[in-house]
């Protein structure tokens, strides 16, 4: 079945030791998308790529980073993990943008510690 | 910058009630979505409304969407108690990205 995969679904870190979170499509979707979502909160939206193109949103601290080295990976990079990153860490992805009638199709999240 | 609220935050309701979600958003935008969020797990998705007027139905729940009142609600008929769970509507922005809402944490107790 064609999806959104994320590894691991659980990840310890430590306060200041550098954590890569892992996402995988089978959809061939344009658009990926990394989203916080802390404890009883809505998804937070961190950045998206379209294609290559990466999108950044203006409150994204710059502990974070992205890459997307293909069609089908995305990664989310937390350079100094603090207490307050301590969140679910979702992954999504749609066929094209959101106005041309397309829909996030989510994976099943990474819930990240820091120690 | 696009605003969503959902009302009530939270919602304790006795199985076989009726209830209804209210989700307002602060600027133009045409299409909707609803979420289900179950404890420690991924959202999932509900229902894609993509005109003023749009109405879609599964089962214990109807959503629907009212663009001039920027305006969606979620009914529930019914209520059992594995509909226990938080819903989130999200409104498109700038036709690129996701705005959350603030969620709705609904238990339903016998």
């Known amino acids: 079945d064609a999806m959104v995969i994320q590894n691991p679904r659980y990840q310890v870190t430590q306060f200041g030791k550098p954590v890569t979170l892992s996402c995988s499509q089978t959809?061939?979707?344009?658009?990926m998308y990394w989203y916080q979502q802390k404890s009883s909160q809505a998804p937070k939206l961190l950045f998206h790529?379209?294609?290559?193109?990466?999108?950044n949103e203006a409150d994204t601290p710059d502990n974070f980073q992205s890459r997307r080295p293909n069609t089908s990976f995305c990664f989310l990079d937390i350079r100094s993990p603090g207490l307050g990153d301590a969140a679910m860490y979702l992954c999504?992805?749609?066929?094209?943008?959101?106005?041309?009638?397309?829909?996030?199709?989510f994976g099943p999240g990474t819930r990240l510690t820091v120690l | 910058e696009l605003k969503v609220e959902q009302n009530p935050l939270f919602l304790s309701m006795q199985e076989g009630k009726n209830y209804t979600i209210y989700c307002n958003y602060s600027?133009?935008?045409?299409?909707l979505y609803w979420y289900r969020q179950d404890p420690g797990k991924s959202l999932e998705s509900l229902f894609v409304?993509?005109?003023?007027?749009a109405v879609k139905q599964e089962g214990r729940l109807m959503a629907s969407l009212d663009t001039k009142a920027r305006l969606s609600t979620l009914h529930i008929t019914a209520a059992v108690h594995d509909l226990s769970a938080t819903y989130f509507c999200?409104?498109?922005?700038?036709?690129?990205?996701?705005?959350f809402g603030t969620g709705t944490r609904l238990q339903v107790f016998p």
């Open positions: 959809l061939n979707h344009n658009v």
């Open positions: 999200a409104v498109v922005y700038n036709t690129d990205k996701l705005i």
């Open positions: 999504a992805t749609s066929r094209d943008r959101m106005g041309l009638i397309s829909e996030q199709f």
């Open positions: 790529y379209y294609d290559k193109d990466f999108n």
């Open positions: 409304l993509l005109s003023n007027g």
């Open positions: 600027t133009t935008s045409d299409r």
